[in-house]
């Protein structure tokens, strides 16, 4: 089963808006991570959060990480109709050598 | 450098027929893994190598296998194709397994008829 749950599944905003996108999970984990899927694509890693982190900054990207809600969110300010895309965020399990994806959310910028 | 590459990048199989999915990676990296992702889902990891050879299950391994041929390439194998493999399955590396980046191929797009 998944650990990583996506909300919401699907996003739709104005170029120049910013778009907030939540990653809830169940067990401790090491890091998390956010990958960009453009459409028929491999995933692009964007940003990873450590457990003892809880913001992190990357260009128009900002993280945050609660690890006593396990949930994470993934914020980009000022989107482009490039950011048009499928976001995953990931997570790596405590103990374990294995990331696992969520579901992912659907990202539509519209110029 | 390539990155990590992916060959076919499209297939069509008829149920029954077998076939090798190959990936490749440039970077010298330790661990490799394989995934399929279908329509609404994210990826499910099917085989991993943490380390050149050692291999464990993922997920879904059932009617896969792979081989870790050496440090640069990791390979996945359909013996007995199903229409349930109909899906695009992606490769991806990372210098530590699990812990850190990822860096994913192109993908390829697999039909079982």
């Known amino acids: 089963s998944q650990q990583g749950e996506e909300d919401p599944q699907a996003l739709s905003i104005q170029e120049g808006e910013n778009a907030t996108m939540n990653c809830s999970y169940k067990t401790s984990i090491n890091n998390l991570q956010w990958y960009r899927q453009n459409s028929g694509r491999g995933l692009v890693h964007l940003i990873l959060?450590?457990?003892?982190?809880r913001e992190k900054h990357s260009g128009r990207l900002r993280v945050t990480l609660d690890t006593s809600k396990k949930s994470s969110s993934l914020l980009i300010t000022a989107s482009r109709a490039a950011d048009t895309a499928s976001y995953f965020c990931a997570t790596a399990q405590s103990n374990t050598d294995k990331l696992i994806f969520g579901t992912g959310t659907r990202l539509q910028v519209f110029p | 450098n390539a990155g990590v590459t992916q060959t076919p990048k499209f297939q069509v199989l008829k149920t029954g027929q077998s076939m090798t999915l190959q990936c490749a990676q440039d970077?010298?990296?330790?661990?490799m893994y394989w995934y399929r992702q279908d329509p609404g889902m994210g990826l499910r990891l099917i085989y991993y190598?943490?380390?050149?050879?050692?291999?464990d299950k993922g997920e879904v391994p059932n009617g896969y296998n792979v081989s870790r041929l050496n440090k640069r390439e990791f390979s996945l194998r359909l013996e007995s194709a199903a229409p349930s493999q109909t899906s695009v399955y992606f490769c991806?590396?990372?210098?530590?397994?699990?812990?850190?980046?990822?860096?994913f191929g192109p993908g390829t797009r697999l039909l079982v008829l």
């Open positions: 970077m010298n990296h330790n661990s």
């Open positions: 190598s943490a380390s050149e050879g050692t291999t």
């Open positions: 959060i450590r457990s003892n982190e």
């Open positions: 991806a590396s990372s210098e530590v397994a699990g812990l850190e980046t990822q860096y």
